[in-house]
């Protein structure tokens, strides 16, 4: 197999420190490292199968040289160098949602549309993390019956806002059990023993950015352009993984047995649905692995069409940093 030099842009926040570990995890074939960050952390040294690696500065030039660029970085951050690394001949497997939409660039689950990489331009998107969670329990069920419509509320931990989003629900606990005071400062209101049912700014209709990728960026993986989704994301005391309650109707009924069958054998899922035992998918369970565990699989009471289930992913590995790594191994 061939070995490729390897970039991984934002290297060191938490998706970007996530990819390194899975790239070792799942031994794909890295010839040389290049660790890209700001200016500030240039020059320090970062772990990649028990040996040192210098971090270089993302800069225009930075790129030359490499196959294939992992972002791990800010929406604008991408946009700046996406145009410098397709120039250096490398392709661009970015997790922010600068590209995502974009009629020219594939936006893929391998689980799901692995087909789509074949028509690359140099960019590949990763999706929503919580969009990713939710399409890897619910697409077997799209394979058999088109999702017409589907109603999600996301049940986000803070790892969605990074290392900065985890540091602040520990603190806050910890100021919490001494009495003291403590500002927020990853999220807009405390978050300790609370719950807060906004992430993303006002889009549309009320909605948030966070809420609309769910019908936008599941669309174009589907490729259901006209599947109708209302979503509703939560912000929880949670340090990782995501969770999903989801109500889905598909064109033609899907029994709960059939659904619970097509799950069990799906990549990527594991039937995770007993209720009388009191087993079902939950975030400690689900931390720190790839799978998503999907549960309480029952019929909607209001459609002869619908069904409920509920899933649980870690959405730092694979609702961002695993779903790109796959992504990558899709171009081997």
Known sequence: MKELNVGVLGATGAVG???LKILAERNFPVKSLRPLASARSAGKMIRFKGEDVPIAEAREDAFKGLDLVLGAAENDIAQRFAPHIQEAGAVFVDN?????????VPLIVPEINPEDAKWHKGIIANPNCTTIVTLVAVAPLAKVSPIETMIASSYQAVSGAGVAGMRE??????????GEPYAPKAFAHPI??????????????????EEMKMQNEGRKILHLPDMQVSCTCVRVPVLRSHSVSVVLRTREKITVDQARALIAAAPGCKLVDDLTNKVYPMPLDTSDQDLVFVGR??????SDRGLNLWCCGDQIRKGAATNAVQIAELLL
Request: proline residues 2%; aromatic residues 8%.
């Open 17 to 19: 420190q996530e990819m």
């Open 96 to 104: 922010s949602s600068a590209f995502r939409l974009r009629e020219d």
């Open 169 to 178: 629900l520990e603190e806050e606990i910890e100021a919490g059990l001494k």
């Open 192 to 209: 300790a023993y609370n719950v807060i049912p906004q992430i993303g700014s006002e889009q549309y209709l009320g909605y948030t950015s």
């Open 297 to 302: 699989i029952r019929e909607d009471l209001t």
